[in-house]
């Protein structure tokens, strides 16, 4: 088996199993970064035309995404010391704003469609199978049902329980930083093929 082959195997379950049982999401969001890296190893071990522009697709739908979720939580944790699943209970009750942008970035994360997270993932696991990669295409699609089951734990904990988080935690321009990254994460699921035909 050659190495990158067992590199990809590792970090697809090492980070993805180890990100399960972080009780602090920016931790759980670190792991699942070394997740990613390993469905980008498999695009580069998959190879096919436009590669480039798979490689460029995928990594632009994962920083943006996590750009939002990164931001989100520093902010949270100036106002509540805290970036654990209890400091988002209830936050779409007090902070619409904020619970909305999170759920987008994390649903985006975990590959749900339409967003930019599910092409990424889709283009790299088609390309896997061209590939004859079978294996490592199964490992990536139960590994990828792991991380849903962790993006969801912190979405649960916005939309269900009461808060004390203030209502007003983001400056005007931290808002317009956060809602224009949406916007490219919405844009980049609709319009993949065109992002990607631009490299």
């Given at each position: 088996i050659?190495?990158?082959?067992?590199?990809?195997?590792?970090?697809?379950?090492?980070?993805?199993?180890?990100?399960?049982y972080q009780s602090n999401v920016k931790r759980m969001l670190a792991y699942?970064?070394?997740?990613?890296i390993g469905y980008v190893l498999l695009a580069f071990i998959s190879g096919g035309d436009k590669v480039e522009g798979v490689f460029f697709y995928y990594l632009l739908s994962y920083s943006?995404?996590?750009?939002?979720?990164?931001?989100?939580?520093?902010?949270?944790?100036?106002?509540?010391?805290?970036?654990?699943?209890?400091?988002?209970?209830?936050?779409?009750h007090n902070n619409?704003?904020?619970?909305i942008c999170m759920t987008v970035a994390l649903l985006s994360l975990a590959g749900i469609p339409p967003l930019a997270g599910f092409f990424a993932k889709y283009m790299i696991l088609g390309r896997a199978i061209d590939?004859?990669?079978?294996?490592?295409?199964?490992?990536?699609?139960?590994?990828?049902l792991v991380g849903v089951y962790y993006y969801f734990?912190?979405?649960?904990?916005m939309f269900t329980q009461p808060s004390e988080v203030a209502t007003e935690l983001f400056s005007p321009i931290q808002k317009i930083v956060i809602g224009l990254l949406m916007l490219v994460t919405l844009f980049a699921g609709l319009l993949p093929d065109v992002l990607i035909n631009l490299l």
């Open positions: 050659p190495p990158i082959q067992i590199i990809v195997v590792l970090t697809l379950i090492v980070a993805n199993v180890t990100a399960v699942s970064s070394i997740a990613h943006t995404a996590s750009l939002v979720a990164f931001g989100i939580l520093t902010v949270l944790e100036n106002s509540t010391g805290s970036t654990s699943h209890e400091s988002l209970y209830g936050l779409f619409p704003f904020a619970a590939a004859g990669h079978i294996y490592l295409t199964i490992l990536a699609i139960l590994t990828s734990r912190p979405i649960i904990a």
